[in-house]
């Protein structure tokens, strides 16, 4: 059972443009999460997903941010105008569709760099 | 809200020797408490996790944790560190009835040296 998946591994962005990041759930998981972690911080919390549906986008910032999850394919985070601050790790998680759905399980990370 | 408190940023240690990395949570309701560790450039990985139970909880590479409600802590401890524990550990917390949300901990770096 191969675990989350995130790519690209490393992206480096300069300021204007877009950034997209995919993650794939392990499977059997219909519940994604991403995270970020800025240097020298912990991760903070930014939105869960079910299969088309956003359940909580709480963490996301206002604008530039999205996040989907459609039916078929990875899930996408999308960042729009990256600005420097933008720069950091972001981590996805995925948790089972059914039973336990107590704990989340990561993927190795998507490492932002923006110019 | 809940929070999670790891005061110790860094923790330096020499192979072999114990040690105790601090977690304090703050919550209103009842919680679950998870350690996950990083190593680097990879992502986190679930160390140990407290849902209920037995309040000490164990990992396969041996470190464990206890849950102490009075205390409000989670302290992750191990006997005898080995080289390859070198990492950074972080303290999680979710609510039972809304896992969606892990809310962590800003991460303890253990260094541990020969």
């Known amino acids: 059972n191969a675990g989350v998946m995130q790519n690209p591994r490393h992206l480096v962005r300069r300021r204007g443009q877009e950034a997209r990041l995919r993650c794939s759930p392990m499977k059997g998981h219909s519940h994604v999460y991403w995270y970020r972690q800025l240097p020298e911080e912990g991760l903070k919390f930014m939105v869960y997903l079910q299969k088309e549906n956003i359940i909580d986008e709480s963490g996301m910032p206002k604008e530039r941010f999205s996040a989907e999850f459609p039916k078929e394919g990875p899930s996408i985070l999308r960042i729009q105008q990256v600005v420097r601050g933008d720069s950091a790790a972001y981590f996805c998680?995925?948790?089972?569709?059914?039973?336990?759905?107590?704990?989340?399980?990561f993927g190795p990370g998507t490492r932002l760099t923006v110019l | 809200a809940q929070s999670v408190t790891q005061l110790d940023s860094q923790v330096p240690v020499f192979e072999e020797a114990p040690v105790e990395l601090r977690c304090n949570y703050s919550?209103?309701?009842?919680?679950?408490l998870f350690w996950y560790v990083q190593y680097p450039n990879q992502g986190l990985q679930l160390l140990l996790k407290y849902l209920s139970g037995s309040t000490l909880v164990e990992s396969i590479n041996g470190f464990e944790a206890e849950f102490n409600k009075s205390q409000t802590s989670f302290h992750l401890r191990k006997p005898s560190v080995h080289i390859s524990d070198t990492a950074e550990y972080f303290c999680a917390v979710t609510r039972p009835d809304n896992t969606d949300k892990l809310i962590f901990g800003t991460g303890t770096r253990l260094q541990v040296f020969p």
């Open positions: 919550s209103s309701v009842s919680v679950y």
């Open positions: 998680a995925s948790s089972p569709t059914s039973g336990r759905t107590d704990t989340q399980y």
